[in-house]
């Protein structure tokens, strides 16, 4: 199939079908007489397969390094799942950073709720309170 008949049916952009091909995700497809290059039926699910480790937080290394212990037996196992373990690792701190995150964020709207003359907004008054950079730094 096309290059333009792959990109619709895996749902991505023509031009990263170029992109994973220099990457190596890819296999550089024969192509037709017509020079057109000629994708095998196989490739869109190889590349829903990429989209969904993205999805999943992967980065195209690990997608790469998850492709080649595809074909492996018990010990590309062990190596995907500490691939996986690591990206759970990661998202756990992510999802730690986004609550503190938000609990700041709800204690700063509460203030809002207070009486005029009680509210101080503490993301505007940082927002005004100048550097500790540029209060620190000496003149010659």
């Not at 008949?5 to 031009?15: D, F, G, I, K, Q």
């Not at 220099?22 to 037709?32: K, N, V």
């Not at 691939?83 to 509460?110: G, K, W």
Request: proline residues 7%; hydrophobic residues 35%; charged residues 30%.
């Amino acid at each position: 199939m096309r290059s333009s008949e792959l990109a619709e049916r895996a749902r991505v952009n023509p031009e990263t079908l170029r992109y994973y091909e220099r990457r190596g995700l890819l296999q550089p497809p024969p192509r037709t007489p017509g020079g057109y290059r000629d994708y095998p039926n196989s490739t869109v699910e190889l590349l829903r397969f990429i989209k969904r480790a993205q999805e999943l937080g992967f980065t195209l290394e690990e997608v790469e390094e998850l492709l080649h212990l595809d074909a492996g037996g018990p010990d590309s196992c062990d190596a995907a799942r500490a691939l996986a373990e690591a990206r759970r690792a990661d998202l756990e701190a992510r999802v730690a950073d986004l609550q503190r995150m938000q609990a700041s964020l709800t204690d700063l709207i509460a203030t809002c709720e207070r009486p005029t003359a009680d509210r101080a907004c503490a993301l505007l008054d940082a927002i005004a309170m100048p550097s500790l950079s540029s209060t620190t730094r000496s003149t010659p």
